[in-house]
């Protein structure tokens, strides 16, 4: 027989001393507690007497002892005065070897797992540990037995008590585990296939933050990304993004706006449909997307944001009117419209109590065009200056002085705290083939906003950008052959060189960083730049892409689909394990699906670019691929097999063949995103605008809406049938479930706080993956309708756990999904 001492979940606690250790538990139990079981009755069996040995040391005991009458229990008490009190015993000491049959755990409970003979002394339950990875098709099992230490000498009696480490509690289900090997990237790739963007930027003391997106290129499918640097520019980490509870942000929105100081920082961006959304952080180093509220309407466009000493003023435009919006804590905006007279702002700086804007207004203009007089209104620029939070605003006249022409270009708070801010400027000398004329900055400047001047010239061809330094104004403009240059001035009189931007650079912003130099953000080609940075070497700031967006089972092989670089890719797996790059066509853009029918494999998705074109390729035996002509239109997005051939899916449209060859379009009433074949009926869900709908048809050829549960809104994404039942999931916690092939459905919730994201048949029913948080789990049903979630590993922890394609292959499940970002496999028995 074996136990373990307390000491091995947490130290025993005594009154006098707290927390006691391994040498304290000794001297407790040998030498303190005799007075306490010397008066114990002669017929306890040696383990009753150990037990009280325990109590009477103070230290808890897992199973107990038998009850003592009052009075023993009343000179227990009195024998050991100081002792720590422990939980009462169970009603009946259980004997030692395997617990009799008739013990049954509670309902929904896991029966112990202890061994033979075991009697465990428990001290406080240790907190929970984190679940390791596992390793593939592993479980490892790690137990130390520590050796028998412990002699208790209590009224004569000797009891070895040995001390014993247990494994953690396992996951019934081992977890995914790392696939990036297995799901390789194109060899032969010059592109890393991702396009990165850098919107914003800006500075405030050492912590530069650069703000942007990063996607595959398809509009509404970029992730907001924010890069950050704690010591001025030196060294940068890609900053961690969440919703308030935890999940990932929806895809498609953009940071556009960066400011903030110690403590406080927000960006301001755009939602696909135009809605402003933000973005807040306590240190730059994690962003917690949030909705902005009601001080902001759909109509509206935020220009610009800065931090002031009460908060934060943005300033834009709604419906041909200025607006500015005012937080002090960036969570909560006030809004000012109606601001007579301006039609919109798109720069703001601020300095103590002023705040500085630059916008638009309406102005007349009248000019003689032969002997009549013509008046018309154009759009001129100005200064507006406000001292009471944008409340209210007056104009201010900023001089044309030194050559200089046009409307202002940028406004901003220079390093040194005057305000600045610039316009195009020109010269012309000489006369006739000797003239010549020379074009510049001019750089105008103010200590308090109302009063302006020119305070000096400076090179370039055209300003693209104006920012602030530590000490002093940079400026970026034009140069040779479509370079950019970097000019820098510490007192705004002065200006030295500060570096070059190659051709093809797109600047969005200047900030300061370092000691009198500058960060620039922008984008070159389809990568984000940030000038002076490598930004290969800041992990997870350049990704290859890669996605699989569907796992297929045919016979004796599976197939998964996605892209890879910036190309369509596949991988093949004759026993769901070993995977291997498979040979396609080379093929710009991306496969979302794979199926096997009675004339091959098909595999459909769609090209690269602003105008995707479909997609398909075909194979006998799903290893060597051809591209195939498929009809002209809106790309496939999913395909299935049936009673009557192959068919494809796409935006209003299905397709139907018998030999993948030829193809038939027929017309749908809405956009579907996946389908299957059920007993001699194919099945199609996917979204009429904004709502679910599910299409039928006997031969694919003629597609009929069903009525859906009324209530249920979400747009469908995944359909899977086994026989005549069907499930069709969106991305909430309902799904809809058919048990006549798709005639009639009723919703089923799959449980509280998840996210569905992948469905598939299963001999024993179905399996569904949800997200939970930024975690994923696993569910099991064996008719849709009742659903419980599987103890599978590696599903929670740091960063995102997702499982985003499901099939069945022979008696195990296969899924695939990413680990913050990185490719995982999960491979499991089917459920039962």
């Keep these: 027989m074996t136990a373990r001492t307390p000491e091995q979940d947490e130290a025993p606690r005594t009154a006098e001393n707290g927390p006691a250790g391994s040498r304290e538990v000794r001297r407790r139990l040998t030498f303190g507690v005799a007075g306490d079981v010397a008066g114990l009755r002669a017929t306890l069996s040696p383990w009753q007497r150990a037990y009280e040995a325990w109590r009477a040391a103070g230290l808890s005991w897992g199973h107990g002892a038998p009850p003592r009458d009052a009075a023993e229990q009343a000179a227990a008490r009195g024998a050991s005065r100081g002792r720590v009190r422990v939980e009462s015993p169970p009603e009946q000491a259980k004997p030692a070897g395997p617990e009799p049959a008739s013990e049954k755990p509670a309902p929904g409970k896991k029966a112990a797992k202890g061994e033979p003979g075991d009697v465990r002394v428990a001290g406080p339950p240790k907190p929970p540990r984190p679940a390791a990875k596992p390793v593939l098709w592993r479980r490892l099992r790690a137990r130390a037995a520590v050796g028998a230490g412990l002699v208790l000498v209590a009224a004569g009696t000797i009891v070895a008590v040995s001390q014993r480490d247990e494994a953690p509690a396992e996951p019934d289900i081992q977890g995914p585990v790392a696939a990036d090997e297995m799901f390789a990237l194109d060899p032969a790739a010059t592109t890393d296939g991702l396009v990165q963007d850098l919107t914003a930027i800006t500075s405030t003391g050492s912590t530069v933050v650069a703000a942007g997106t990063e996607g595959d290129g398809t509009p509404g499918r970029q992730q907001a990304r924010f890069l950050v640097s704690t010591d001025r520019g030196r060294t940068w980490k890609l900053a961690d993004v969440r919703t308030e509870d935890g999940s990932t942000p929806p895809l498609g929105e953009t940071p556009h706006l960066v400011s903030g100081w110690s403590g406080?920082?927000?960006?301001?961006?755009?939602?696909?449909?135009?809605?402003?959304?933000?973005w807040t952080s306590q240190n730059a180093k994690t962003w917690t997307r949030r909705p902005v509220g009601a001080g902001f309407t759909p109509s509206d466009q935020v220009n610009d944001l800065v931090f002031t000493d009460r908060g934060f003023i943005a300033v834009g435009a709604s419906k041909g009117g200025a607006v500015a919006w005012s937080s002090a804590d960036g969570r909560t905006w006030q809004r000012v419209d109606g601001?007579?007279?301006?039609?919109?702002?798109?720069?703001?700086?601020?300095?103590?109590?002023?705040?500085?804007?630059?916008?638009?207004?309406?102005?007349?203009?009248?000019?003689k065009k032969g002997r009549k007089k013509v008046t018309r209104t154009v759009r001129a620029d100005a200064l507006w200056r406000s001292v009471d939070d944008g409340r209210t605003w007056t104009a201010v006249h900023v001089p044309q002085a030194q050559g200089s022409y046009g409307p202002m270009k940028g406004l901003t708070l220079a390093g040194g705290g005057f305000f600045a801010t610039v316009r195009e400027g020109e010269q012309t000398t000489g006369r006739k083939k000797h003239r010549r004329t020379k074009r510049f900055g001019v750089l105008f400047t103010s200590a308090d906003g109302l009063k302006w001047q020119a305070a000096s010239r400076f090179g370039g061809s055209g300003i693209e950008r104006l920012g602030a330094m530590d000490a002093g104004v940079a400026v970026v403009v034009r140069g040779a052959k479509g370079a950019r240059a970097i000019l820098r001035s510490a007192d705004g009189r002065t200006w030295q060189s500060?570096?070059?931007?190659?051709?093809?650079?797109?600047?969005?912003?200047?900030?300061?960083?370092?000691?009198?130099g500058v960060a620039v953000a922008g984008r070159q080609g389809d990568d984000a730049y940030l000038y002076g940075v490598d930004l290969r070497t800041v992990p997870g700031a350049v990704r290859a892409e890669r996605s699989i967006r569907s796992l297929t089972a045919g016979p004796g092989l599976a197939v998964a689909a996605g892209s890879t670089n910036g190309g369509a890719a596949l991988w093949t797996a004759p026993d769901g394990v070993q995977w291997t790059r498979a040979q396609i066509p080379a093929a710009p853009g991306r496969l979302s699906d794979a199926v096997h029918g009675t004339a091959g494999w098909l595999a459909v998705g769609r090209t690269s670019g602003t105008s995707p074109a479909p997609l398909a390729l075909t194979s006998q035996d799903g290893l060597a691929w051809q591209k195939v002509a498929f009809p002209a239109g809106p790309p496939p997005v999913a395909a299935a097999t049936g009673p009557s051939g192959y068919v494809a899916v796409g935006d209003r449209s299905a397709w139907r063949s018998t030999d993948l060859r030829t193809w038939t379009r027929t017309a749908l009433d809405g956009t579907p995103s996946d389908v299957t074949a059920a007993d001699k009926t194919y099945v199609a869900v996917g979204a009429r605008g904004n709502a679910p709908a599910i299409w039928t048809s006997p031969d694919a050829a003629k597609w009929t809406a069903v009525t859906l549960p009324p209530g249920f809104t979400a747009p469908l994404t995944r359909v899977a049938a086994r026989g005549g039942t069907l499930v069709a999931i969106s991305e909430s916690a309902v799904a809809l479930v058919s048990t006549d092939g798709g005639a009639t459905w009723t919703q089923r919730n799959i449980g509280p706080g998840l996210s569905a994201a992948a469905v598939t048949p299963t001999p024993q029913g179905f399996v569904l993956t949800a997200g939970a948080k930024g975690d994923a789990a696993v569910l099991a049903s064996a008719d849709g309708t009742t659903w419980r979630r599987l103890d599978v590993g590696g599903l929670t922890g740091p960063g995102d756990q997702r499982l985003t394609a499901l099939a069945a292959m022979g008696g195990h499940v296969l899924g695939t999904g990413t680990d913050d970002e990185a490719p995982t496999l999960w491979r499991a028995p089917v459920p039962r």
């Design 264 to 278: 406080h920082w927000v960006a301001l961006g755009r939602t696909p449909a135009g809605a402003t959304v933000e």
């Design 339 to 367: 601001l007579k007279g301006i039609t919109g702002l798109d720069q703001v700086a601020s300095a103590g109590d002023v705040i500085m804007a630059h916008g638009t207004y309406a102005r007349k203009v009248t000019r």
């Design 498 to 516: 500060g570096g070059s931007i190659p051709a093809g650079v797109r600047t969005s912003g200047l900030a300061a960083a370092g000691l009198g």
